[in-house]
């Protein structure tokens, strides 16, 4: 059965945290205030304690619990290295709502769920809260709520959720402030937010100079498979356009072609026609020559004639001088 302290009387705070502390050694839940909201808790290096957790809240394993710690040197121990930034975060904000997400101490025998080989770590600004975490060590510390309920803000609201999953409450009022924790990631060369919370991105930006937030993110989603596919549809049309581009291209260029083709087929034609009448023209003269060659024949043959009929006029003037003498002959005798 839950036992539960009422943390402003200094006698029930000093039972109460004596019993939380030995609740926590025998590996049982307890629920403390913190500077944000209730936490539920539990020793960070007893993994079935740490499984009741998650178990109390609704959570699997995929969802780690973070730790809190009562001292920057408890910190160190668990951490491979804060780095630059982070110790200064540390410096400026410890302890603090500031919850830092580290690389974990790869020797540490613990399971706070599937993390990684990481750990989520905070120093909180709670002065009873320090005391119990310096009696216990590093516990594994949620908030008091059941997964997807609202964040609990006084020991009440609590115990309403979790009811005897968990052995000791610790009643200190109402929680210190109404958001939680910001979350800054250092396992990459550049601090990142995980969370807006109690300390504000700019306030955050001031120590360490750099961060990163969602809104630098290159827009991851640009690896979804529906937004990859839609610029490879986007190409479909512009394949089809550049074809119909070159089609036009290579109709028009064979166009040309054919075009000038025909204009290089004209001159050929024409000289045809100019070849053929050529030989025609050089035809006629040859034709005109025959007459000049029958004129000149003509003329050769005038004089022959001529010595022809003068030849013929003779004989005959011969034949009538004998017919003459042959008469004068024969009136004679």
Same mark, same amino acid.
């Given at each position: 059965m839950s036992r539960r302290y009422d943390c402003s009387e200094p006698m029930e705070r000093t039972r109460g945290i004596a019993e939380a502390v030995s609740a926590v050694r025998r590996g049982e839940l307890i629920v403390l205030p913190t500077d944000t909201v209730y936490g539920i808790g539990a020793d960070a290096f007893t993994p079935a304690a740490v499984t009741a957790l998650l178990e109390a809240k609704g959570h699997g394993r995929d969802m780690p619990a973070p730790v809190l710690v009562g001292s920057v040197r408890a910190a160190q121990a668990l951490v491979e290295d804060f780095g630059t930034y982070g110790q200064d975060l540390v410096d400026e904000f410890w302890p603090g709502a500031?919850?830092?997400?580290?690389?974990?101490?790869?020797?540490?025998a613990w399971d706070l769920g599937d993390a990684k080989g990481t750990v989520a770590i905070r120093m909180p600004l709670h002065q009873l809260t320090l005391e119990l975490l310096k009696e216990t060590g590093p516990m594994a510390v949620s908030s008091a709520n059941r997964a997807g309920a609202p964040p609990a803000r006084a020991a009440d609201d609590a115990e309403a959720?979790?009811?005897?999953a968990v052995e000791v409450y610790l009643d200190d009022g109402p929680s210190g402030d109404d958001a939680p924790s910001s979350i800054v990631d250092l396992t990459g060369a550049v601090p990142r937010l995980l969370r807006v919370? *109690?300390?504000s991105e700019a306030r955050l930006r001031e120590v360490c100079g750099v961060l990163l937030s969602d809104e630098d993110e290159p827009a991851a989603n640009d690896d979804e498979p529906?937004?990859?596919d839609e610029p490879v549809k986007a190409d479909e049309p512009a394949d089809a356009e550049e074809s119909a581009r070159t089609d036009e291209s290579v109709k028009a260029e064979e166009s040309a072609d054919a075009e000038e083709s025909a204009k290089a087929d004209e001159p050929v034609k024409a000289e045809k026609p100019a070849d053929a009448e050529e030989p025609a023209k050089a035809d006629e003269p040859?034709?005109?020559e025959k007459p000049a060659d029958a004129e000149e024949s003509a003329k050769a043959d005038e004089p022959a004639k001529a010595e022809a009929s003068v030849k013929a006029s003779e004989t005959v003037e011969k034949e009538a001088a004998k017919a003459?003498?042959?008469?004068? *002959?024969?009136?004679?005798a």
């Open positions: 500031l919850t830092l997400v580290c690389r974990a101490n790869s020797t540490l959720q979790l009811g005897d919370g *109690a300390i529906g937004k990859t040859a034709k005109a003459e003498r042959s008469g004068d *002959a024969d009136g004679s």
